[in-house]
């Protein structure tokens, strides 16, 4: 395909407005590969937009700029947590001499180890019971067979 | 430079970033959404994405940020944009001079109606067809034909 005549059907326009097709912005990728002198038409393009769009800037709200701004300054206070910050941040908590910190993997032993008690709690309880009333009804057999017993075979 | 900045998350950076594109993109977004407090959402959502999103530039296949930043501008604004009950044209009157204003009134009607569903309403190809009750293949030569418009009309006038 003449490259010149790929430019001028407005393929690149196309891409940069964020019209083109999946398609046509896969054979777009293919045909920078194999022509590198597409890349400076894109920049061309772009670059032409670029200053039709400064040349008539509007002056956004000041209280946009503070939002952003604002998050911008609540992230920084945050980033120790960002894993792609370089920045170095010193933890500031105070040590504290009433309280200890453990590592976090206590929390879910301390939950499991909950559950479980209250588990054998219910199994203690329940096998008591269970119990007690095998021994109830053991103790309500022998005193029948004693009672059977007595009345076959009263003491002489 | 800056962009090196923008990835390890620079502050300064980001604010720079605010300050050289926001009046540009502004324009742009006011002559997408026609309410200003959509508007205004939209211009704080594309900034607060963009510093988060930074190394989606770098395979973007965009070679300034400005079109990336544009790109992006566009999809939250379709997002944004109130339902629509009457296709008129009369909600596209908001800047007079903006970039895309001075491009949609160069064009003959029919691409003007393509482009407009298109790019500003972020209709597909297919649902175009659909509400025109035209075949898709017109439509995608009409909006080709737009874009073949667009890049005379950019060359003529910020080259």
Do not use: C
């Not at chain 2, 989606?56 to 300034?64: E, I, K, L, M, P």
Request: charged share 25%.
């Amino acid at each position: 395909m003449e490259l010149k005549f790929y430019i001028e059907s407005g393929i690149i326009e196309s891409f940069v407005l964020g019209l083109a097709s999946e398609a046509e912005v896969e054979e777009l990728q293919h045909m920078r590969r194999l022509y590198p002198e597409l890349d400076t038409e894109v920049e061309f393009v772009e670059r032409r937009l670029e200053r039709a769009a400064f040349d008539e800037p509007a002056m956004p709200p000041v209280d946009i700029r503070d939002r952003v701004l604002q998050k911008i300054r609540w992230e920084q206070g945050h980033a120790y947590a960002d894993p792609s910050s370089n920045y170095t941040f010193i933890n500031i908590q105070p040590k504290d001499g009433d309280h200890i910190t453990v590592h976090r993997s206590w929390k879910i032993f301390f939950i499991i180890f909950f559950i479980m008690s209250k588990i054998f709690l219910f199994l203690a309880i329940f096998y008591y019971l269970k119990y007690r009333m095998s021994q109830e009804q053991r103790s309500d057999n022998l005193r029948q067979m004693i009672r059977q017993e007595q009345t076959q075979s009263p003491l002489l | 430079m800056l962009i090196e900045r923008l990835v390890i998350g620079d502050p300064a950076a980001k604010e720079l970033l605010y300050d050289r594109y926001a009046g540009a993109l502004y324009s742009i977004v006011l002559q997408l959404v026609p309410v200003k407090e959509r508007a205004d959402e939209v211009l704080a959502k594309v900034f607060l994405w963009a510093f988060h999103h930074i190394e989606a530039f770098q395979t973007s296949g965009h070679r300034t940020l400005f079109a990336w930043l544009l790109r992006r501008t566009r999809e939250l604004a379709i997002k944004e944009a109130l339902p629509e009950t009457a296709l008129t044209g009369t909600e596209l009157i908001k800047k007079e001079e903006g970039v895309l204003q001075q491009f949609y009134m160069i064009l003959p009607a029919d691409q003007q109606q393509v482009f407009r569903l298109s790019y500003f309403k972020g209709l597909s190809i297919t649902t175009i067809a659909r509400l025109l009750a035209l075949p898709e293949e017109q439509i995608n030569d009409t909006l080709k034909d737009a874009m073949k418009s667009f890049r005379q009309f950019l060359k003529e006038t910020w080259n």
